[in-house]
């Protein structure tokens, strides 16, 4: 093999094996190139996934959010002052509007409940049951009122299930919002100037990779900062 490779440097010129040299190293920088554009290429595509992922569940994980604070403050709504007087002195019509009002926002609650322990959203659902077990503590004290059931210390603990339903609703208008903001994803790198599409599509046909046609390059918008790939 010696004698073989020997022979060959024989009869190449000095600059056959130049051209053959530059030959080799304008493969080896082309493929090398055509490669690390792939891998970008690749990671984009990533990145875009994992943008359209994200932001569709800020999107649910919003509506949840939404059902979850409007529920809290029906609820701080309907333990106020005005509202401490138990349902045997309600009018009928009276009786039906706090009686559909109820089993909407424990609908509302509980569907939000369920959809955020499932999208991995623990600490808000807690503070969801917390909130409907001190509400419905109050709401049973409330309906003892004037009866000879009534304990002494109601009222007192009644105003403490209030003071606790509008603690965790004025938490949960702090907290929510945070959240919501940690989940808004980065944005994914722009898409690639026309120039450089054109360059890529040049590689590709050198090292046999398919790259984009003309009319998806001509179609290819500037740099945008918010268009995502």
Known sequence: ???????????????????????????????????????????????????????????????????????????????????????????EGGLKVMTDRLEKVKNDLGEAAVNLTLEGLVEPVDSVYEMASKFFDFRERLQRLGERTEASDERQEMRKDVEAVAAITQALESTLPAILAAILPDRPEPRPPRWRLLWRRFLGELTGRTEPSRGAIDRAPEESPTAPG
């Open 1 to 91: 093999m010696i004698v073989a490779a020997a022979l060959v440097f024989n009869v190449l010129s000095a600059g056959d094996l130049i051209a053959i040299t530059i030959a080799l190293l304008a493969n080896i920088v082309t493929v090398s190139v055509a490669v690390f554009i792939q891998r970008r290429e690749t990671k984009r595509a990533l990145d875009n996934e994992t943008w359209r992922r994200t932001t569709e569940k800020r999107q649910r994980v919003h509506a949840h959010f939404a059902s979850v604070l409007f529920g809290a403050n029906m609820m701080r709504g309907m333990t106020g002052i005005l509202q401490w007087k138990p349902d045997r002195f309600r009018s």
